[in-house]
Each structure stands twice: as C-alpha cells, then as structure tokens.
C-alpha cells in the first residue's frame, strides 16, 4: 500500500476506531458497487466521526459512497470511482419523540422496521411503503425517494419530510428544515435531499411527521377485464367521497403472483379510518364497483406484507419506476406490454399507484441489449405524455448501455448541476451516480 494510502487508513482509525474502519478483502468485497472496489468501509458512531471522516476525505480528493442498508445499490449510473463507503447503519438512534406533536428526530442509519416498533405504543406511524421498507434505513429510502402503495394517501418522503442534519462535501454539519409541522422560515433544504442520492450532502438526521395509525383497515380486491375498464374505476373513485389508504393496480402477470388471480387487471383499495367508517365506506367501494361491473372481494389481513414480499425483485431482475398520468392507465400498461413482448419477449410484472399513474415495472429474461431496447423504446412512447423512465434497477452493463435517469430538460438539469457546484464542487459524494454523470 502506497504511503498515502496508509497515512489516509491510519488517521481514518483514529476517527473511528479500528474495529470501524475495514480494509480487509471480504469487507471490501462486500462493499463493492457496481464492480468498483472501496479502499476503505467506514461505520461511524458518531455523528462527530462522520463529519471528519468526510472532511478527511474532501481533503484527500477521495470518492465518497454513503450506504444504508445497500438495497438501492443499483440506481444511478456506475459509479466513476469509490475510495470510502460510509457504512450509516451504526448512526440509529433517536434524538427526540414528541408523540403529542406527531414529529421524532432519529438519526438516518435507523431501519424503518426500528422505528415501526418504537411507534406502535403510541398507536403512530411514518406511512411510507416501498419494497423491503422493514429492513431499510431511513436515510436510504429519503435519498433515494423510495415509496409505495401509501403514496395515494400520504405522499412520498417531500411530504413526510419537516427537516434534516446533513454533513456536506467538506465536512460541515448543516441543518435545514424545521422540527415542527408548521414553519413558513428558511428555504426548503429537506425537498433537495429528497431523491439527490447523497451527492448534496450525507444525511445525518432526520426529523419526520407522523400520522396516527388507523383505528381500523380493511382492503378489498376491484377484479376487472381489461386495463380500460380499471383505468375507469379509478376516475370514478378519485371522484367519489371515498378516501382510501392505497389504490394499487396490478397487471395480470402481477395480479396471479399476489392475488391468485387471473384478470386483465385487479385494482386493491386499502381504506383506514374507525371502524364504522370503513364499514361505510367499504359498502360505497362495493357499491362503485358493482357499477362498474366489477367483481369485489375482501383481500386478507397482512395482503400489504403479501405484497411487499412478491413484488420484490429477485436476482438478476430490471427494475424500471414509470410516471405516467392516472388518466393513461390503460394506455400505458398496453405500451408496456407490447413494447416487452415485441423487443424482448420478457416476462413483466407490473404494479403501481393507480390514482398517480405510476408503475414500478420488473422484467426478466432479456438479454442486455433487449432490456436496452426496451427502456428506450418506453421512453419514447413514455415522453408523448411528459412522463419518465427510471432504471431504478439493472445490470451494471444495461446501465452503460442507456442512461438510468433518462433524458432531462435542459433548465431542469442546468441548476441540478449549480446546486451540485454549489454543495460539492469537487464531486466528494457518489460522483458520477446521479442525473447526467453529476
């Protein structure tokens, strides 16, 4: 090892500790991203540690890769170097809990299941659901801006967001945000971190509204015969009184996989609330449904877990994130369809938020060049209704082969690349990951 190198592991030790500074070959293979091996793996205790092993790092012109629980490891381009992963998970404590309030400041390496546990005595809850929430660090579902079927109801993280710690670039601690749910003071720091896949700043604390948990919840299955009819449904309820947890709709391949069942598409409404009123609202749901000409069945209790589990992407499976309109429904899933079988003939598994009109879309049993053609040819059909396609997941090879991000507006991508400037001029933090090699 070249003396600068050693120099740079020793003084990373002495920030650390030596049992938190790894550069032996299994750490180091563990930790590789994208085939690109780290020189050191980092798992601060402190809030203190991180900031100087960062500010060391700065200094030393070191890449910087910060991970959580490393379930999102594939999103972004490959990275263009990595020297030190900054392991969070030992950041999980929580700094302040104010159940009254309906806010609490954790740290950014807590797992969401951590917090799930440490809510439900006081009958509170973050609504945020993406796959495999239980298991992912908070920090890590912010800067990736990971949700799931409760963003009908609750939105995603810009929404649950109120304010957050972050160390930048050159090791400063920075605060934005607020800790209370009202505050009109100071620009909006916690939105650009949301999805910025830490190239603005490594985040260090979170603090987060609440949302009580719902007395009661029940969900029901919308079985229909084709993407149209479903897409139609959908209008009806977003129209009606009606205020449901998750509107989820699921394509065939997807519906059999979780519901058992075989449909051109299946819609699941989850409704919270107390207890008469999701008795009354269900009879309305069946009551809309029957309108419809729609079979509706009452969907078991845990169904959500049931999801979580079957749409997981297994090994060596494309994961595409589609935003698409909730008036396109229909359209967009036919594109999808016939665009994979025509380019690839690859399986496809579709679900998504029906009343937002976005999809996650995984696929399997294409070479690397057809789930390129794949990708491109949706975001041409995608960009007619000024939508997106995200490789939110893919082969190192795919990712090389078309942008993960897909194209941006020129506007929209010149100030990502000032606010870059501006927070990491000298690209410390996951360079080369985010939107146009940023």
Same mark, same amino acid.
């Given at each position: 090892? !070249? *003396?600068?190198? +050693?120099?740079? @592991?020793? $003084? #990373?030790?002495?920030?650390?500790?030596?049992? %938190? &500074?790894r550069?032996?070959?299994?750490?180091?293979?563990?930790?590789?991203?994208?085939?690109?091996?780290?020189?050191?793996?980092?798992?601060p205790?402190?809030?203190?540690?991180?900031?100087?092993?960062?500010?060391?790092?700065?200094?030393?012109?070191? !890449? *910087?890769?910060? +991970?959580?629980? @490393?379930? $999102? #490891?594939?999103?972004?381009?490959?990275?263009? %170097? &990595?020297?030190?992963?900054?392991?969070?998970?030992?950041?999980?404590?929580?700094?302040?809990?104010?159940?009254?309030?309906?806010?609490?400041?954790?740290?950014?390496?807590?797992?969401?299941?951590?917090?799930?546990?440490?809510?439900?005595?006081?009958?509170?809850?973050?609504?945020?659901d993406?796959?495999?929430?239980?298991?992912?660090?908070?920090?890590?579902?912010t800067?990736t801006?990971?949700?799931?079927?409760?963003?009908?109801?609750?939105g995603?993280?810009?929404?649950?967001?109120?304010?957050?710690?972050?160390?930048?670039?050159?090791?400063?601690?920075?605060?934005?945000?607020?800790?209370?749910?009202?505050?009109?003071?100071?620009?909006?720091?916690?939105?650009?971190?949301?999805?910025?896949?830490?190239?603005?700043?490594?985040?260090?604390?979170?603090?987060?509204?609440?949302?009580?948990?719902?007395?009661?919840?029940?969900?029901?299955?919308?079985?229909?015969?084709?993407?149209?009819?479903?897409?139609?449904?959908?209008?009806?309820?977003?129209d009606?009184?009606?205020?449901?947890?998750?509107?989820?709709?699921?394509?065939?391949?997807?519906?059999?996989?979780?519901?058992?069942e075989?449909?051109?598409?299946?819609?699941?409404?989850?409704?919270?609330?107390?207890?008469?009123?999701?008795?009354?609202?269900?009879?309305?749901?069946?009551?809309?449904?029957?309108?419809?000409?729609?079979?509706i069945?009452?969907?078991?209790?845990?169904?959500?877990?049931?999801?979580?589990?079957?749409?997981?992407?297994?090994?060596?499976?494309?994961?595409?994130?589609?935003?698409?309109?909730?008036?396109?429904?229909?359209?967009?899933?036919?594109?999808?369809?016939?665009?994979?079988?025509?380019?690839?003939?690859?399986?496809?598994?579709?679900?998504?938020?029906?009343?937002?009109?976005?999809?996650?879309?995984?696929?399997?049993?294409?070479?690397?060049?057809g789930?390129?053609?794949?990708?491109?040819?949706?975001?041409?059909?995608?960009?007619e209704?000024?939508?997106?396609?995200?490789?939110?997941?893919?082969s190192?090879?795919?990712?090389?082969?078309?942008?993960?991000?897909?194209?941006?507006?020129?506007?929209?991508?010149?100030?990502?690349?000032?606010?870059?400037?501006?927070?990491?001029?000298?690209?410390?933090?996951?360079?080369?990951?985010?939107?146009?090699?940023?």
């Open positions: 090892m !070249a *003396v600068a190198a +050693r120099s740079i @592991g020793e $003084a #990373l030790v002495m920030i650390a500790g030596r049992d %938190r &500074v550069d032996d070959g299994g750490s180091l293979d563990a930790a590789t991203v994208d085939g690109v091996r780290p020189r050191w793996v980092v798992r205790a402190s809030i203190d540690q991180l900031s100087r092993a960062i500010a060391l790092a700065n200094d030393g012109g070191l !890449a *910087v890769v910060p +991970r959580g629980a @490393g379930s $999102a #490891l594939e999103l972004g381009n490959p990275p263009s %170097r &990595v020297d030190v992963v900054i392991d969070l998970t030992g950041l999980d404590q929580v700094i302040e809990y104010n159940p009254d309030d309906l806010t609490i400041t954790v740290q950014a390496g807590m797992s969401a299941g951590a917090l799930a546990a440490l809510l439900a005595p006081h009958r509170q809850w973050l609504p945020i993406p796959p495999g929430i239980a298991a992912r660090t908070l920090g890590g579902v800067a801006n990971a949700s799931g079927p409760l963003r009908a109801r609750f995603g993280l810009r929404d649950l967001l109120l304010g957050v710690r972050f160390v930048q670039a050159d090791g400063v601690l920075t605060w934005g945000g607020s800790k209370v749910v009202k505050s009109v003071s100071g620009y909006d720091v916690p939105k650009l971190m949301v999805g910025a896949l830490g190239t603005l700043g490594v985040l260090a604390e979170l603090t987060l509204r609440l949302h009580p948990l719902p007395d009661s919840e029940r969900s029901w299955l919308v079985a229909l015969d084709r993407p149209q009819a479903a897409q139609d449904f959908v209008a009806r309820l977003i009606s009184p009606l205020q449901p947890n998750r509107v989820e709709l699921f394509n065939d391949d997807a519906a059999r996989l979780v519901l058992g075989s449909g051109s598409a299946g819609v699941a409404v989850a409704i919270g609330s107390v207890a008469d009123a999701v008795l009354e609202q269900g009879e309305r749901l069946g009551a809309l449904a029957k309108a419809a000409g729609a079979r069945t009452p969907l078991p209790e845990g169904f959500w877990s049931r999801v979580d589990s079957a749409m997981a992407a297994p090994p060596g499976w494309t994961v595409l994130h589609v935003a698409s309109l909730a008036g396109r429904l229909a359209d967009t899933i036919d594109a999808i369809g016939d665009i994979v079988r025509t380019a690839s003939g690859a399986a496809v598994r579709l679900n998504g938020c029906a009343s937002l009109g976005t999809f996650r879309v995984l696929m399997r049993g294409a070479s690397d060049a789930m390129a053609a794949v990708v491109t040819r949706v975001r041409a059909w995608i960009a209704v000024g939508g997106s396609v995200v490789v939110a997941r893919g190192v090879e795919l990712r090389k082969a078309v942008d993960p991000w897909g194209p941006v507006e020129p506007g929209a991508f010149a100030l990502m690349r000032a606010l870059r400037d501006e927070f990491d001029p000298k690209r410390v933090l996951n360079p080369g990951r985010y939107v146009g090699g940023l």
